[in-house]
C-alpha cells in the first residue's frame, strides 16, 4: 500500500538550478498538496490543487508552480532556486467529498537544499 | 483568512503523567474540522485525533482526546499516561469546509523524560 509516494527523497541544488518534485497518491483522492516545513515555522501551504484540473496559490506561492498532471500525480517545480527554498517538503491528499474522515495523508516528505 | 496558533513551542511531561498541547484558531466558518498530527523523528506526518466543529462531543482516540471549546476557538490536545513514544512534534491543523485548504499551526515539541 503506496499512499503518497514523493520523489526524490533528498536534492542538492545550486542556486539558480532548476528542479522538480514529483507526488503521486494511489488513494483515488480528489485533493492534492504541497507544503514546506521550516523550523519553527509549521507547515506552509505552497500551493493546491482542489480537484484534477485546477490549482491554487497558497501561503507561500512564491518561487514555486505546480501541475496536476491527473487525477494520481502533482508536480511541485522550482525554475531558478534559491538558498531561501531549502525546506523539508510535503506533498499530500485527501478525499473530497463523500463519506470520508477528513484526514490529510502525506508522504515521507523530501529535503532540498539550496548552496 | 484562517490561522491556527500554538503558542507553546516546546512542552516536557514525566512519564505516565498527563499533558495538554494547546491550540487556538481564528475563522469565521461556522463548519470545519479540527485535526492533531503527530510527526515523530521519522518526520513520518500521522493523524492523531480529528473532530467536526459541527460536533459538540470531545474527540477520544484511546490516550489522546481534544478540549473543544467553538466560541473560544480553542482545541487543546491532552495526552493521558504519557510514554516515552509520544515524543515528537505535534500540529494543530484547520480544514477550511468550502476550499479544502488545510491549515497548520507552527508546533509543539513534546518531550517524554523517563
Known amino acids: 500500500n503506496a499512499g503518497v509516494t514523493q520523489t526524490p527523497k533528498f536534492q542538492v541544488l545550486k542556486t539558480g538550478q532548476s528542479m522538480t518534485l514529483q507526488c503521486a497518491q494511489d488513494?483515488?483522492?480528489?485533493?492534492m498538496y504541497w507544503y514546506r516545513q521550516d523550523p519553527g515555522m509549521g507547515l506552509r501551504l505552497i500551493y493546491y490543487?482542489?480537484?484534477?484540473?485546477?490549482?491554487d496559490k497558497g501561503e507561500v506561492p512564491n518561487g514555486y508552480n505546480v501541475s496536476r498532471l491527473n487525477k494520481r500525480e502533482f508536480s511541485l517545480r522550482l525554475e531558478s532556486a534559491a538558498p531561501s527554498q531549502t525546506s523539508v517538503y510535503f506533498c499530500?491528499?485527501?478525499?473530497?467529498?463523500?463519506?470520508?474522515?477528513?484526514?490529510?495523508?502525506f508522504g515521507e516528505g523530501s529535503r532540498l537544499t539550496v548552496l | 483568512a484562517q490561522t491556527v496558533t500554538q503558542s507553546q513551542p516546546e512542552m516536557s511531561v514525566q512519564e505516565a503523567e498527563t499533558v495538554t498541547l494547546s491550540c487556538t484558531y481564528d475563522?469565521?466558518?461556522?463548519?470545519?474540522?479540527l485535526f492533531w498530527y503527530k510527526q515523530p523523528p521519522s518526520r513520518q506526518m500521522i493523524l492523531v485525533i480529528r473532530?467536526?466543529?459541527?460536533?459538540?462531543q470531545n474527540a477520544t482516540e484511546n490516550r489522546f482526546s481534544v478540549n473543544f471549546q467553538k466560541a473560544a476557538k480553542s482545541f487543546s490536545l491532552k495526552i493521558s499516561d504519557s510514554q516515552l513514544g509520544d515524543a515528537a512534534m505535534y500540529f494543530c491543523?484547520?480544514?477550511?469546509?468550502?476550499?479544502?485548504?488545510?491549515?497548520f499551526g507552527t508546533g509543539t515539541r513534546l518531550k517524554v523524560l523517563a
Open positions: 499530500a491528499s485527501t478525499k473530497r467529498g463523500g463519506q470520508n474522515t477528513g484526514e490529510l495523508f
Open positions: 488513494m483515488n483522492h480528489n485533493s
Open positions: 490543487s482542489a480537484s484534477e484540473g485546477t490549482t
Open positions: 475563522t469565521s466558518e461556522s463548519d470545519y474540522y
Open positions: 473532530q467536526e466543529a459541527y460536533k459538540q
Open positions: 491543523a484547520y480544514r477550511t469546509s468550502g476550499t479544502y485548504k488545510y491549515i
